[in-house]
């Protein structure tokens, strides 16, 4: 049964069948003990990206609740529009800090 269960197994972020990957809701390097979801290897590089730029964006490591706050998105709508909206602000600081000549 548990082989059925895994075999049909489909990521919550992007509904596709995929291979799972375990994702720590807060990050083992800063929370030993952290929650886990699985996710497929797409959304979990996603999920990373969110979290590496909103870290930045706060001057390093965030609040537990704000980790909870970003897998709750997550769940809620579509990984690529969170990732994408992450992408999207840094291009804009991009194009903030060119300097004409």
């Known amino acids: 049964m ?3 269960q895994i075999k049909n197994w489909q990521c919550p972020g992007c509904n596709q069948e995929a291979k799972k ?17 699985f ?6 590089e996603k999920l990373n990206f969110v979290i590496h730029e909103k870290e930045k964006q706060n ?3 965030l ?14 709508e579509n990984i690529d529009n969170l990732y994408n909206e992450s992408k999207n602000k840094i291009v804009l600081k991009i194009k903030k800090t060119k300097r004409k000549k």
């Open 2 to 4: 548990v082989k059925n």
């Open 21 to 37: 990957t375990k994702h720590h809701v807060c990050p083992r390097k800063d929370f030993r003990y952290s929650p886990v979801v």
């Open 59 to 61: 001057g390093g490591v």
């Open 39 to 44: 996710v497929c290897w797409d959304c979990h």
């Open 63 to 76: 609040e537990i609740k704000e980790y909870f706050q970003i897998w709750e998105d997550f769940a809620s």
